[in-house]
């Protein structure tokens, strides 16, 4: 396993063009929150803004709306009950991240259909949490036609799919058990020593995660922070080492001063980080 590097930021954080607009960083759609878990959908929202995604929208349960905005105002809503347009939308955007807080409900299932059948090979699809375990219940639901799929599971998530107990979650076990999931497929393995697993790559590492960490809606932020990466700078797996190694960085450099790092703290702090270690 190769370990990633505060290199990889400056090789994928590029300096921004004079000639570009926001149609140039990435038009994102992040689909999740159901009526109890809005605050998943919203930091993971608020990451990827904050991490420079061009334009993003949130297709969530209407009651997220007020607390969305109040939060994000950056951010556009879709009523996920708004079928039309929600298809629509799927088919204009570069990237869709789909499951935080969504549920395992009769109508997340049909949501993760309908992006199933919208989504097309020109497109990247980040899965995290809730869409990670309904295709654990159900592989048919995994959103085969895009380009390429990322998936962020933490250890459970990841036994859940593989069927792989998390003593038994070693690197090779892990690589190998890619092919059967999805071709195109990047796995992000969530743990206090993140692990990220391409086929025909070496994977890679993390080793600068903190305990300080351990707190809700500290993936919902990566998960934001991989969907803006990728619609900015490509859908390599050097995009996803940098949005990996940034989002435990920051994290690290705060957990000096704090015992607890809130995701909404880490999200404040990206673009100021995004702009120290972007190439000058
Ligand atoms: N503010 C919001 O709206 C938030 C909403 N959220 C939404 O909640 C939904 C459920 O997601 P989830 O991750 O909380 O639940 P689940 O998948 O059951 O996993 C937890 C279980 O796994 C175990 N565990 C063992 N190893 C582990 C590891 N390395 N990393 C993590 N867990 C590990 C752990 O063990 P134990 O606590 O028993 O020791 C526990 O039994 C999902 O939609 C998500 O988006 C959250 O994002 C929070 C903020
Ligand atoms: N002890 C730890 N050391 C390093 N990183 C950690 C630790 N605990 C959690 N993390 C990181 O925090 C994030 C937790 O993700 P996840 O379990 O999906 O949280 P949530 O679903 O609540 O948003 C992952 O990036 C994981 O690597
Ligand atoms: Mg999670």
């Known amino acids: 396993m190769e370990e990633i590097t505060i290199d ?15 149609g140039s960083y990435g038009r994102l759609l992040l689909i999740g929150g159901n009526y109890n878990y809005g605050g998943a959908i919203t930091m993971a929202a608020k990451a990827a803004i904050y991490a420079g995604a061009g334009l993003v929208s949130v297709a969530t349960h209407s009651i997220n709306l007020p607390a969305l905005h109040a939060n994000v105002p950056e951010a556009m809503f879709v009523d996920w009950r708004d079928q039309n347009t929600l298809v629509q939308l799927i088919q204009q955007v570069d990237v869709v991240v789909l499951g935080p807080g969504l549920g395992q409900d009769d109508y997340a299932k049909k949501l993760m259909t309908l992006v199933k059948e919208s989504i097309s090979h020109n497109q990247t699809i980040v899965l995290d949490a809730d869409a990670l375990n ?67 790559h070496e994977p890679h590492f993390i080793d600068i995660g903190t305990p300080a960490m351990a707190t809700g809606g500290m993936g919902d932020t990566l998960s934001g922070i991989i969907g803006a990466f990728v619609g900015q700078f490509g859908e390599t797996a ?22 607890v790092v809130l995701p909404s703290k880490l999200i404040e702090e990206i673009p100021h980080f995004m702009s120290r270690y972007s190439q000058k």
């Open 134 to 200: 309904n295709i654990a219940k159900n592989t048919s639901l995994t959103p085969r036609n895009a380009k390429k799929i990322i998936m962020t599971p933490h250890q459970v998530e990841w036994q859940r799919l593989t069927g792989l107990k998390v003593q038994f979650q070693d690197e090779k076990s892990n690589q190998t058990y890619l092919q059967y999931i999805a071709k195109n497929l990047t796995v992000v393995l969530k743990s206090e020593k993140t692990a990220i697993f391409e086929r025909e």
């Open 8 to 22: 990889s930021l400056t090789q994928t954080i590029k300096k921004r063009e004079s000639h570009s607009h926001k």
């Open 238 to 259: 050097e995009t996803v080492y940098a949005a990996v190694y940034l989002h435990s960085f920051i994290a690290n450099h705060l957990s000096r001063s704090n015992y």
